[in-house]
């Protein structure tokens, strides 16, 4: 990709020829992206488009049945330092007996390496972390006790304890309340203006705009991606919810779609309604 | 040591050893793992029996251990093909090993040092017959053995505490972050396997599920700390195994059998009376939510109908009952706690909010 004999730095998420399959049926199809240093990329797409796999393949967690991802050049196995990860919020068991400041030094674990135990640096690194998702207060609190929204803080915090150049976070925004939501575009941003590369498994079409400067528009394949101003249109965005042929979610998800493109081109940013106003 | 002593003393070792790795297994959800596992190590000591003849020998060990992995193995393996659930399973893969190792021994063991009985219940009381001396020390093999085990899991855990407990909260993260989950999920099996080998000759290979898992389910209730969790657990385990051993003594019976009985006991008081968790402490914590939100309804009741034409109908004591469809009685328990919080004022029949009420109403109706 580089031309000349211009040296280029490698990139800090590079997605060649990327196919996944789970039983020969493939979730992820041919997918040649990268990700550039400092950018908020949203990857949205319909249910079953393969947006956590993808976050999932670069992590390593799942193997592709082909091609290769690259992590500043290198296979992730020898990158793994760089990379911070927020999974989905319901993939763990909140009842495990914790409280919020251990869940948040797990995030040093990949730091120490086996054996070594967090010390006093990894406790205040998990507390600064704490701070910055607006949790100090609930730092002893046991996980149970917290909200969804406060739990998914929590991971937030974890994630900036890893300290890392990428962050991958899986649907951060799902079902939180207002205050979380917000905490959680306020580190974004912080993470943008140190030059951070973050990586967002979004739902919400309304706020890709608002919160990311890069989108990837994904259906099993890649529809477009790149700036959000040239690549966010409604002629994609179309051909990303409405090439699959199941049924009511996708009508419903082309439905609100539709709804936020009108509601942008009017600039009256009235809440989005599946029915187009009659009146 | 005299023998009574002996038999204490390994029964405490059993129950810390099978505690250790037990709270992991409870925190995984996959407690019946250790059932799986107990039973799947019996063609391991049969098979090791025959070839060392002596069932302590940590050769013995090892290979039975190997056999309760594999148990493990063939599990996860019928897990893949996505054909069966885990509970099935685990119930498809252990009954077939532990009757290969039935078989083993009525055909070609019985008499010498195993038969069923020893096979389900362990002999406990024969322990101090069976003696070594190492380090000038002669102890019955049970000491040295479960000791030996009970070393080995508080090294395991104080070591990969760690990496245990985010590959059992977070395995993605673990995957992520390059801990091996699977290597830890095999590794903390294979601690499993050992301690039930170990325990099997001494509780036998159905009470060995009891003190893996009913001192780690009942230590759960008690801790919102995974360290506290693991020191609470092998506390209840030990108590367990004294608990047992007196009711052995005092009514003559199996002393295993009293054991498993005793650790079901401590996880029955732990259910009902544990501070937080528990059923009696829920059961208070949601009257006094009741009555709290009774008094909240009966304010704000209150507060809309104050000033207002009908506020002598409305906000009179015989009204309550209609109403907000409370019993005479309720509504009286709830106008006198509303009085005792300086809420409401009584004027005959007549209730008045206080400032203190009024506000507290608003606040309500704010949230």
């Known amino acids: 990709m580089s031309s000349g004999n211009q040296r280029q730095a490698p990139l800090p998420i590079q997605i060649e020829d990327l196919t996944v399959a789970y039983r020969a049926e493939p979730v992820l199809w041919d997918i040649d992206v990268s990700f550039h240093e400092g950018t908020l990329t949203a990857i949205v797409g319909p249910n079953g488009a393969g947006k956590s796999t993808l976050i999932k393949t670069v992590l390593g967690l799942i193997e592709p049945s082909a091609g290769q991802v690259l992590i500043y050049g290198q296979p992730y196995e020898q990158q793994r330092r760089h990379v911070a990860y927020v999974p989905q919020r319901g993939s763990v068991d909140w009842d495990f007996p914790t409280n919020a400041l251990d ?176 009146y | 040591m005299n023998p009574r002593l002996e038999i204490v003393t390994i029964a405490a070792f059993v129950a810390a050893a099978c505690a250790l790795p037990g709270t992991f297994l409870v925190l995984r959800r996959v407690a019946l793992m250790s059932d799986a596992i107990s039973h799947s190590i019996l063609p391991g000591i049969v098979i090791g029996f025959f070839l060392v003849g002596d069932r302590s020998h940590p050769l013995v060990i090892a290979g039975a251990a190997l056999s309760g992995v594999l148990a493990v193995t063939l599990t996860e393996g019928l897990l893949k093909t996505r054909r069966v659930d885990k509970d099935a399973a685990i119930g498809l893969v252990f009954p077939v090993l532990f009757s290969i190792g039935v078989i083993l021994i009525t055909r070609y063991a019985s008499g010498v040092h195993l038969d069923v009985d020893a096979v389900l219940l362990g002999e406990l009381a024969f322990a101090p017959f069976n003696r070594a001396t190492y380090f000038g020390l002669d102890l019955p093999v049970g000491i040295w053995v479960m000791g030996a085990i009970l070393l080995l899991n508080v090294i395991a855990i104080l070591l990969f505490y760690k990496e245990l407990k985010l590959a059992t909260f977070d395995p993605g993260l673990a995957a992520a972050l390059g801990f091996a989950p699977t290597l830890i999920h095999y590794g903390l099996m294979t601690l499993v396997s050992v301690t039930a080998v170990g325990a099997f000759d001494h509780v036998g290979s159905i009470l060995v599920v009891a003190l893996m898992i009913a001192p780690p389910a009942a230590a759960y209730l008690l801790t919102n700390s995974l360290s506290r969790m693991l020191v609470i657990s092998v506390v209840l385990g030990v108590l367990a195994a004294f608990g047992g051993y007196l009711v052995a003594s005092w009514i003559d019976t199996s002393i295993a059998g009293a054991m498993a009985t005793m650790s079901g006991v401590i996880f029955m008081i732990t259910l009902l009376f544990a501070p937080e968790q528990g059923l009696i402490a829920r059961k208070r914590l949601s009257r006094k939510r009741r009555e709290r939100f009774a008094v909240e309804m009966l304010l704000v009741h209150l507060s809309r109908h104050e000033n207002t034409a009908t506020e002598a109908a409305e906000n009179a004591m015989p009204h309550l009952t209609g109403e907000l469809n409370w019993s005479p009685e309720f509504a009286g328990a709830t106008v006198e706690r509303a009085g005792q919080q300086g809420l409401i004022e009584k004027h005959g029949d007549q209730l008045r909010l206080t400032p203190k009420g009024r506000a507290t109403a608003e606040r309500v109706l704010m949230r």
């Open chain 1, 103 to 278: 869940v948040v030094k797990m995030g040093r674990y990949g730091h120490l390496g086996w054996i070594r135990r967090p010390g006093v640096k990894d406790h205040q690194l998990a507390l600064e972390a704490l701070r910055k998702v607006g949790m100090e207060a609930f730092a002893r609190r046991q996980i149970s006790q917290l909200s969804g929204g406060q739990q998914q803080r929590v991971f937030l915090a974890r994630a900036l304890a890893q300290d890392a150049k990428i962050y991958l976070m899986d649907e951060p925004f799902q079902g939180v309340d207002a205050t979380t939501e917000k905490a959680i575009v306020d580190v974004l941003k912080e993470l943008k203006s140190m030059g951070r590369t973050v990586v967002v498994v979004h739902h919400d079409l309304e706020t890709v705009p608002e919160y990311f400067d890069h989108v990837v528009l994904l259906n099993v394949r890649i529809i477009a991606s790149g700036p959000v101003d040239e690549v966010f249109t409604p002629e994609n965005l179309r051909r990303t919810y409405a090439s699959r042929l199941d049924g009511a979610a996708t009508d419903l998800e082309l439905a609100s779609a539709g709804v936020v493109l009108q509601s942008q081109e009017d600039g009256d940013g009235r809440v989005p309604n599946a029915q187009p106003d009659r």
